[in-house]
């Protein structure tokens, strides 16, 4: 059983963006039945890996749209894809270091919660913004 699902009520409203979000949800799904699943630390540790690598291409690629497009509340989107970043990269060193020998459901939830709120309040206010621009 996934951790979250996709919605409709997750749409952005921009198809690249609701693509990317799709793979972020799938890729938060994987890592989560890694975890239920008991799997090594090598498994865990790559998931996790490509998941934040995955999260920076994707955050690059909102704000390259944002710039392009003169979107006026990208300093304060990017804030919080950087504090995200922070917070992610800290979680990753952790374990990469061993001073955790697991992913928790903490950790688990807090991807998952952080990542609806962020495309469903932040993210979906660029929508139709990008839509007024012809972006669709």
Known sequence: MPLMEWTTK???????????HKRLVAMVNELFDAVQG????????????????????HFAN????????????????RAEHEALTRQVIEVQQKYHSGATATLSMEVMNFLKNWLVKHIQGT??????????????
């Open 38 to 57: 008991g799997r090594g630390k090598d498994a865990l540790g790559k998931i996790l890996d490509g998941l934040i690598t995955y999260t920076k291409t």
């Open 62 to 77: 909102e704000e390259r749209f944002m710039q392009q497009h003169g979107y006026p509340d990208m300093a304060a989107h």
């Open 10 to 20: 997750m749409s952005v409203g921009v198809t690249q963006f609701d693509d990317e």
């Open 123 to 136: 993210d979906r206010k660029y929508g139709p913004f990008f839509n007024g621009k012809g972006v669709k």
